[in-house]
């Protein structure tokens, strides 16, 4: 009886830990979901690797890959309107406008891709 009741101890201690853990991040981060721009570039394949991204003119950071290969990189911005722009040293960049808004949108899904011609451009879809 005793041995039971040791590991229900163990259970409910977990439990009440993992949820205040839970609240605390809530609490910490605002305790609502910020906004996200994510961009995907699996259609570049390895070429966009480590491509600098820039989010109202500034440095937001790399395309890197998430998991087992995945070429998604997600951003959390603030709502409103944003201007994204993915470059490297030899590619110029398009410029990409994007609006978020608790009404609309929260998050943008956007595919980075090499715009065929005879200059290199990265083109957000």
Do not use: N
């Amino acid at each position: 009886m005793a041995q039971s009741l040791r590991g229900l101890r163990w259970r409910t201690a977990v439990v009440l830990v993992g949820g205040l853990t839970a609240l605390l991040w809530m609490a910490a981060r605002g305790g609502s979901p910020g906004y996200l721009i994510q961009i995907d570039y699996s259609w570049s394949g390895d070429f966009l690797d480590s491509a600098q991204v820039i989010i109202d003119g500034e440095p937001a950071g790399l395309l890197l890959r998430y998991g087992k290969g995945q070429r998604v990189t997600g951003f959390e911005v603030e709502a409103g309107e944003h201007e994204v722009l993915v470059q490297m040293e030899r590619c110029e960049g398009i410029p990409r406008t994007v609006t978020l808004s608790p009404s609309e949108t929260r998050f943008v899904l956007l595919m980075a891709d090499l715009d065929d011609g005879y200059r290199c451009r990265i083109q957000l879809r």
